[in-house]
C-alpha cells in the first residue's frame, strides 16, 4: 500500500506542474493578444480620425469654392448689365446682389468698391480670384471674415466686389458629423487663429493656436495624427488636421481615446474573467484528483481484503454453475437461452435439439424469431418488458426446422448474465394435443348446446335422466338438472302410452329405439316428435349410457302435407291445377253421369293491374276471382287455377241447352265491379268453352278446344264468351304459319320502309315517321296490322324494330346529303322492344351512322310507361342524354298518369286520330283534343296530331294551338324516292311559295 500512496503523490504533483505551465502560457497569450488589440484599435481609431479631418476640410473647401463660383456670376452679370444697358446698371446691380444675398443668408456687406481693401497681402491683384481676409469681430459682437474679390479695371480706378463671411457657416459645416462624445472639431487661419469649433460655436474665435501641439506638428510637416490635451477644455484627444486647399484655412478634428478604442477595456475585463475561471477549474480539478486518491487508496485497501473471499465465492459459484448446467442438459422439456439484446440463441439442451430438428451447429447463434410460427421478434421483445419472470402465461405457435409447426406453453426468466450477455432462459412445454382435445371437446358441448335436436343421456345402472341440452328441455317440459327417473320424465313427455312402453322395453333390453309421437306445442297447436335412443357400452359389453335424440318432424310431416296439397293446388287460390283438372275431368267422363262441359277464362288486360297498382292488389284479385267463380259454377263444378290469371271450369249438366247460360253467368260473375284494398277495379274475362263428345273425347283435348274458343274471344274484342269450333284448328295452324313465315321475311329482307311527313302550321316540313311494310312474295304489300300482332306475340319484333333503327337512320344521311339534315326521323317503339336493351341498340345507330342530337325521334306507346315506371324513366333519361328525342304515341288512349308525365323527358305528343276524327262531330272527342293541348302547353310540350284529313280537322287544331300535323291531307306514306322528290330541293335554295306547297 505505501507503494499506491507514493503513485498518488506522484501524480499530484504531475498535475500541479503541467497545470500551472498551461496557466502561466494561457496568461502571457492573453497578455500578447490584449496588446495587439490595443495596436489595432489605435491605427484604426487615427485612420477614422483622419478620415473625418479629411471630410471636413472638402466641405469648408467647398462652400468657400461656391461663395467664389458666386462672385465670378455677380461679375459676369455686372459686366454684362454695363455694356449692354448703363443707364439701369446700378438698379439691376443691387437687384442681383440681393438675390446673391439671399441665397447666402451668411453673406453680408455684399458690394461693389473701386479701393482695395487695406488687408490684401502685396501682389494681390489677379482678377476673379477670391481673397480671405483675417476674421473679426463685427459692431453686434458676431465675428466676420472679410471677402474680395477683382472683378475689373479701368484708366481711372479699379473695381473690387467685397462682402463679409459670418463665421457661423463654419459651425454649421463642423456640427454636422458625429464625433462621440468629447469630440470636437475647428477651423482655424494658417497662421493659428481659432474661427469656430464643433462644440462651441465662434465663441471662441479669435483664439491664438499658435503654441499648440497641432500647430507644432503642422509647422514640422508631420502629417499624421498626434495625441494632446486641449488647454481650453483639459480633455484628452487623438487630433487629425489637415489643410483646406488653395485656402488659408485649416482643419482639425479631435476624439478622446474612449471614443475610439473605448472597448478595449471590456474586452481586457473578459479576457481576465476567463483567466479566473480557468485558475478557478484548474484549483477544482487538483482538489478532485486528491479525493480521488483518497478513494482509490481505500478502494485497494477493501479489494485487498475481500480478495480471499472472492476467491472462496468464485469456487462455489463454479460448483453450483455445473450442477445447474447439467440439470438444463438432462432437462426433460426443451430449454435454450437467448441474448435478451440480439435474440441470438445461445445455449440448447439435447431435448430442443430434438423437438426443433435442429443440430447444436445450426441452433447456437440463430434468431429466436426464426422459432416462431405465428408473431414476430417485437412481440417477443414485448412480452421480455411486460414479463421479465412468465410462468406458463401465454401459449406460443412455435416452428420447427421442417417448417411443421406446434402449440407451446412457455416458462420464462431473465438472466443477469449467460457469458457475460443480459439472457433469457425458456422452457417450452409442448401443449398441441391437449389444445386439439380441448377445441374438440369445447366444439362437441357447443355442438350439443347449441343443437336443434333435443339430446338426452339416461344412466343405465340408475335409469335415472342424468343430462338433456336446452332444445330437449323445451321440447318435453323435463328439466334434467332434477335428474328424474326414465318412467316419470318419458310419462311428462309422451302422452302415448305404447311409445313409452317401446322405451321402457329399450331400456331394459339394451337396444336401439325409434318411435314417432304426437302431442300439442305450446300453443295447442298439433305437434310430432321423432325419439331415438342406443345404448352406449364399455368394454365389457355392459351398458352404462343410453343416448338419446328428440327431433321436431312437424315441419316435415307439415311440409309433406303441403308437398302433396302443392302438386295438385295452386298455393295462392286454394283451387285445383292443371293437372288435378285434367284428372278430374278424365274421371267424369268415366263415370258417365251427365254431360260434361269444360271452359278456360282469361282476365283481359290483367298486367296492367300488376304494373300499375303491385302484385299484392294483383294476387288478391286473383283470390276474389277464384271464390266468385266457385259460387257461380255451382255444385259439381271443378274450378282450377291453369296459371298467371288463367282459369279452367269442369261443369257437369243434364241439358245441352243450360251450358251458354251457365257459361255466361261465369263471364258476368267476374265482370262485376270488384273492390281490392278500397279500390273499385273492373276486370273483364274473355272465355271459351267446349262441351263432350263432340269437342274432345278426353281432359286434355277438351282443354285445348277451350284455350282456342277463348283465344278467338279475345280477338273478338274480349268481354265476351265463345263455344269452340272445329276451324278454330285451322285459325291456330295459320297463325303459326304466319310466325314462320315472318322468320323466313326477316331471313330473306322482304321488309320495307314507307315515310310519312309531318309539317308545321304553315307547311313547312318538320319531320316525319318510318312505317313497317312487308312485301309479302304471295299477298303483295301488307301494312302492319296484317303481322304485328304476331310479330309482338312470336318476339319477332326485337330482330325487326332494329332493322327499322338501322334502316331509318340510314335514310336520314341521305336526308341529310340533299339538304334536309333539319328533319327528323321518328321511329315507333315497342313495349317488348322497350324493355330488351333499346338504350343500347340506340347508341350502336347513333355511332355507326353519326346522327346528331335531334336527328332521331323514338314514339313510345303509354303500355311502354306503364309496364315499369321507374325502368322506363330511367331508361328515357339515357335515350334522352344521347340526344334521342321522344314523343308519346296514340295519346289519350292508355292509361298515362299525369303526375308521373311531367317527370319525363319528352319533346311531343302525339294526339291519337280516333280523336281528331270526329272533330266537328262528337263534342267529347273536341273536349278531349283542348284539353290535351292545353297539358301540353302548361307541360312546354308540342303536339303532333295524327290522321288528319280535312282541311276543317287541320283548322280546328290550328285555331287551338297544334303545332304539328300528320295525315293523308298533308302527304301519304311513301317510299324513301318519293318522299325525296316530292321534298324537292334543300331549304336554302327554295322559295317560300314552293316551301308551303310542299303542304
Not at 549 to 575: K, N, P, Q, W
Not at 968 to 994: H, I, K, N, Q
Request: charged fraction near 25%; proline fraction near 4%; charge should be negative.
Amino acid at each position: 500500500m505505501p507503494e499506491a500512496s507514493g503513485l498518488a503523490d506522484a501524480r499530484q504533483r504531475r498535475a500541479w506542474r503541467v497545470g500551472g505551465a498551461l496557466i502561466l502560457c494561457v496568461l502571457v497569450a492573453a497578455v500578447a493578444v490584449a496588446w495587439n488589440d490595443l495596436r489595432v484599435r489605435r491605427e484604426a481609431g487615427e485612420r477614422y480620425v483622419q478620415a473625418l479631418v479629411d471630410s471636413h476640410a472638402r466641405q469648408v473647401a467647398g462652400k468657400v469654392d461656391s461663395i467664389e463660383r458666386s462672385f465670378r456670376g455677380l461679375a459676369d452679370i455686372l459686366a454684362g448689365i454695363r455694356e449692354v444697358a448703363p443707364d439701369i446698371a446700378p438698379g439691376l446691380a443691387r437687384k442681383t446682389m440681393a438675390d446673391i444675398t439671399a441665397g447666402n443668408p451668411r453673406l453680408r456687406d455684399l458690394g461693389v468698391e473701386t479701393t482695395a481693401p487695406a488687408w490684401l497681402p502685396p501682389g494681390a491683384h489677379a482678377t476673379r480670384d477670391l481673397y480671405l481676409g483675417t476674421p473679426g469681430p463685427g459692431p453686434d459682437g458676431s465675428w466676420a471674415m472679410p471677402l474680395a474679390m477683382l472683378i475689373g479695371t479701368s484708366p481711372s480706378h479699379a473695381l473690387w466686389l467685397r462682402a463679409n463671411l459670418d463665421t457661423e457657416l463654419f459651425s454649421e459645416l463642423l456640427g454636422a458629423h458625429e464625433l462621440g462624445k468629447g469630440g470636437v472639431a475647428s477651423v482655424l487661419t494658417a497662421d493659428g487663429m481659432l474661427i469656430a469649433r464643433s462644440d462651441t460655436g465662434t465663441r471662441h474665435a479669435g483664439l491664438d493656436a499658435r503654441h499648440s501641439p497641432v500647430f507644432r506638428a503642422v509647422a514640422a510637416g508631420n502629417p499624421r495624427a498626434i495625441e494632446s490635451r486641449s488647454r481650453m477644455d483639459g480633455i484628452r484627444r487623438i487630433v487629425a488636421h489637415r489643410a483646406v486647399e488653395g485656402r488659408p484655412l485649416l482643419a482639425t478634428v479631435g476624439m478622446t481615446p474612449n471614443a475610439l478604442y473605448g472597448g478595449w477595456w471590456t474586452f481586457i475585463a473578459t479576457l481576465a474573467l476567463g483567466m479566473l475561471l480557468l485558475l478557478a477549474a484548474f484549483l477544482v480539478g487538483i482538489r478532485f484528483l486528491r479525493r480521488a486518491a483518497q478513494r482509490e487508496s481505500r478502494m485497494r485497501r477493501s479489494i485487498a481484503a475481500n480478495a480471499h473471499t472472492v476467491g472462496h465465492l468464485r469456487e462455489r459459484v463454479r460448483d453450483a454453475e455445473a450442477q445447474y448446467r447439467f440439470l438444463y442438459q438432462q432437462h426433460p422439456l426443451p430449454a435454450f437461452v437467448y441474448d435478451r439484446e440480439t435474440l441470438v440463441i445461445l445455449e440448447a439442451n439435447d431435448t430442443a435439439l430434438q423437438q426443433y430438428g435442429y443440430s447444436r451447429e445450426a441452433m447456437l447463434g440463430m434468431s429466436v424469431g426464426a422459432l416462431l410460427g405465428e408473431g414476430s421478434v417485437d412481440d417477443i421483445r414485448a412480452e421480455m418488458l411486460a414479463y421479465p419472470h412468465s410462468n406458463g402465461r401465454r401459449i406460443w405457435v412455435q416452428r420447427r426446422e421442417d417448417a411443421s409447426t406446434f402449440s407451446a406453453l412457455v416458462f420464462a426468466r431473465d438472466l443477469a448474465s449467460f457469458d457475460e450477455r443480459p439472457a433469457r432462459l425458456v422452457l417450452s412445454l409442448d401443449v398441441t394435443d391437449r389444445q386439439r382435445a380441448e377445441a374438440n371437446l369445447r366444439l362437441l358441448r357447443r355442438a350439443v348446446e347449441a343443437s336443434e335436436e333435443g339430446l338426452f343421456i339416461v344412466e343405465a345402472a340408475r335409469r335415472v335422466l342424468v343430462y338433456g341440452n336446452a332444445t330437449f328441455e323445451r321440447l318435453t317440459g323435463v328439466e334434467a338438472a332434477l335428474e328424474p327417473t326414465a318412467e316419470s320424465a318419458a310419462r311428462s313427455a309422451i302422452a302415448d302410452a305404447g311409445a313409452r312402453q317401446e322405451l321402457l322395453v329399450g331400456l331394459e333390453r339394451a337396444e336401439d329405439v325409434r318411435v314417432e309421437v304426437a302431442g300439442v306445442d305450446s300453443q295447442q297447436l298439433p305437434r310430432w316428435m321423432q325419439v331415438r335412443m342406443s345404448p352406449v357400452f364399455d368394454d365389457e359389453g355392459k351398458a352404462t349410457h343410453f343416448v338419446g335424440v328428440v327431433t321436431d318432424i312437424t315441419a316435415r310431416r307439415r311440409a309433406a302435407e303441403e308437398l302433396v296439397f302443392r302438386a295438385s293446388h295452386d298455393t295462392l287460390t286454394g283451387l285445383a291445377n292443371r293437372d288435378r283438372l285434367t284428372a278430374a275431368i278424365d274421371a267424369a267422363l268415366e263415370d258417365g253421369d251427365g254431360l260434361v262441359a269444360v271452359c278456360q277464362l282469361d282476365l283481359d288486360r290483367f298486367e296492367l293491374i300488376n304494373d300499375s297498382l303491385g302484385h299484392d292488389v294483383g294476387d288478391e284479385l286473383l283470390v276474389l276471382v277464384a271464390r266468385r267463380l266457385e259460387r257461380a259454377a255451382g255444385t259439381g263444378a271443378q274450378v282450377a287455377r291453369l296459371g298467371g290469371d288463367e282459369f279452367g271450369i269442369l261443369l257437369k249438366y243434364r241439358d245441352s241447352g243450360e251450358v251458354p247460360a251457365r257459361v255466361e253467368a261465369l263471364r258476368a260473375a267476374v265482370a262485376a265491379t270488384s273492390e281490392v284494398r278500397g279500390i273499385a277495379l273492373h276486370v273483364t274475362p274473355s272465355l271459351g268453352y267446349a262441351c263432350h263428345p263432340g269437342d274432345g273425347v278426353d281432359g286434355t283435348t277438351l282443354l285445348r278446344a277451350a284455350s282456342q274458343a277463348g283465344a278467338q274471344a279475345k280477338r273478338l274484342g274480349r268481354n265476351r264468351s265463345v263455344g269452340y269450333r272445329p276451324d278454330m284448328d285451322s285459325q291456330a295452324g295459320n297463325r303459326l304459319a304466319l310466325v314462320q313465315a315472318l322468320h323466313q321475311a326477316l331471313e330473306r329482307d322482304e321488309f320495307e320502309l314507307v315515310f310519312q311527313l309531318q309539317f308545321g302550321a304553315y307547311g313547312t316540313p318538320h319531320g316525319m315517321e318510318a312505317l313497317v311494310r312487308w312485301r309479302h312474295p304471295e299477298r303483295g304489300l301488307l301494312g302492319p296490322d296484317a303481322f304485328m300482332a304476331a310479330c309482338e306475340d312470336s318476339g319477332l319484333v326485337l330482330p325487326l324494330g332494329r332493322w327499322v333503327l338501322r334502316e331509318a337512320a340510314r335514310c336520314w344521311r341521305r336526308l341529310e346529303a340533299c339538304g334536309w339534315g333539319a328533319l327528323r326521323m321518328a321511329v315507333n317503339i315497342s313495349a317488348l322492344q322497350f324493355q330488351e336493351r333499346l338504350v343500347e341498340d340506340v347508341a350502336q345507330v347513333l355511332a355507326q351512322y353519326r346522327l346528331p342530337r335531334g336527328a332521331l325521334e323514338l314514339e313510345l306507346t303509354e303500355s311502354v310507361l306503364l309496364a315499369s315506371p321507374d325502368g322506363a324513366r330511367r331508361d328515357m333519361e339515357a335515350l334522352s342524354a344521347l340526344g334521342v328525342s321522344l314523343a308519346i304515341d296514340d295519346f289519350g288512349t292508355g292509361y298515362s298518369s299525369l303526375a308521373y308525365l311531367k317527370h319525363l323527358p319528352l319533346q311531343r305528343l302525339k294526339l291519337d286520330r280516333s280523336f281528331v276524327h270526329d272533330l266537328g262531330r262528337d263534342p267529347d272527342n273536341e273536349a278531349i283534343c283542348i284539353a290535351v293541348l292545353r297539358m301540353a302547353q302548361g307541360l312546354g310540350l308540342r303536339v303532333v296530331a295524327e290522321g288528319v284529313e280535312t282541311r276543317h280537322q287541320h283548322d280546328w287544331l290550328l285555331q287551338r294551338g297544334c303545332e304539328e300535323f300528320q295525315g293523308f291531307l298533308l302527304a301519304r306514306p311513301a317510299a324513301f324516292d318519293a318522299v325525296l322528290e316530292r321534298l324537292g330541293d334543300a331549304p336554302s335554295t327554295r322559295t317560300a311559295g314552293e316551301a308551303a306547297g310542299l303542304a
